[in-house]
């Protein structure tokens, strides 16, 4: 039994062992690096991809809601600003109509004015 373990002891290590090719682990080893290097790279590529079109959504949905938000305030503001033009030509009108009225109120006086200096005149005149 005692030389049985001492054969053992001394037999040369398992065929396997002996088969490992150390180069081809290596490539492997180099092979699955990449393979996971590619990966990480293509989940990247699809979040960055993924990330650009929601982004590139919410802005579409952005410049929709803006466009519409600044229709609705050109409609509220289009019937004000109608209103205001007419309201301008209006006074406008009234100004011009005040001119003229306070021009012929003038005229008027200075007619009534010269009216009653020549019937003071004539009367004076008739007095002395």
């Known amino acids: 039994m005692a030389s049985q373990l001492r ?68 409609a509220i503001r289009k019937p004000k600003a109608q209103r205001l033009l007419d309201l301008v030509q209006r006074k406008r009108q009234l100004v011009m109509e005040l001119d003229n009225c306070q021009a012929q109120v003038q005229t008027a006086f200075a007619a009534t004015a010269e009216k009653l200096k020549l019937a003071v005149d004539a009367r004076v005149a008739a007095l002395s």
């Not at 040369?12 to 290596?26: G, L």
């Open 7 to 74: 054969e053992e002891a001394n037999v040369e290590p398992s065929q396997e062992s002996q088969n490992v090719d150390v180069p081809d682990i290596q490539k492997k080893l180099e092979q699955h690096k990449l393979d996971l290097k590619k990966r990480r790279t293509e989940r990247i590529n699809a979040i960055t991809a993924a990330h650009q079109k929601r982004t590139d959504k919410l802005k579409r949905d952005y410049e929709r809601a803006k466009t519409r938000h600044y229709e609705a305030i050109r």
